[in-house]
């Protein structure tokens, strides 16, 4: 089964850039993906903010749009964070789900693997 590991959250201030990273392992022979990232802060819903699919097509929520990019090898899925924001402070997951391309755009609900999370804290 799909595997997720997201790695390099951690502490920065407003104004600072960030790259996470998603490593990717135990995917099925000829699977395609439909990936993305996620956020979360306690007491509130899972929020979408970037997709990518196996052709390199994105989306992006219109609240990272034009400061977080999404980019993706086969072995690695990243998110890199410019311009971060104290209301960008949440736990960011990585998560997938096998389909041919992310339909215009892939709900968190709909996703069939998540990894466990990274950290990610912006101070002011």
């Known amino acids: 089964e799909v595997q997720l590991v997201e790695s390099g959250g951690g502490s920065v201030q407003a104004g600072d850039s960030l790259t996470i990273s998603c490593a990717i392992s135990?995917?099925?022979?000829?699977?395609?993906?439909?990936m993305g990232w996620f956020r979360q802060t306690p007491g509130k819903e899972r929020e979408g903010l970037a997709e990518?699919?196996?052709?390199?097509e994105t989306s992006y929520a219109d609240s990272v749009k034009g400061r977080f990019t999404i980019s993706s090898n086969n072995a690695n899925l990243y998110l890199q964070m410019n311009n971060l924001k104290p209301e960008d402070t949440a736990m960011y997951y990585c998560?997938?789900?096998?389909?041919?391309?992310?339909?215009?755009?892939?709900?968190?609900?709909?996703?069939?693997?998540w990894g466990k999370g990274t950290q990610v804290t912006i101070s002011s």
């Open positions: 135990e995917v099925p022979y000829a699977w395609v993906l439909c």
């Open positions: 998560a997938a789900v096998r389909q041919v391309g992310c339909l215009g755009w892939t709900p968190h609900y709909d996703m069939r693997y």
């Open positions: 990518i699919d196996s052709e390199g």
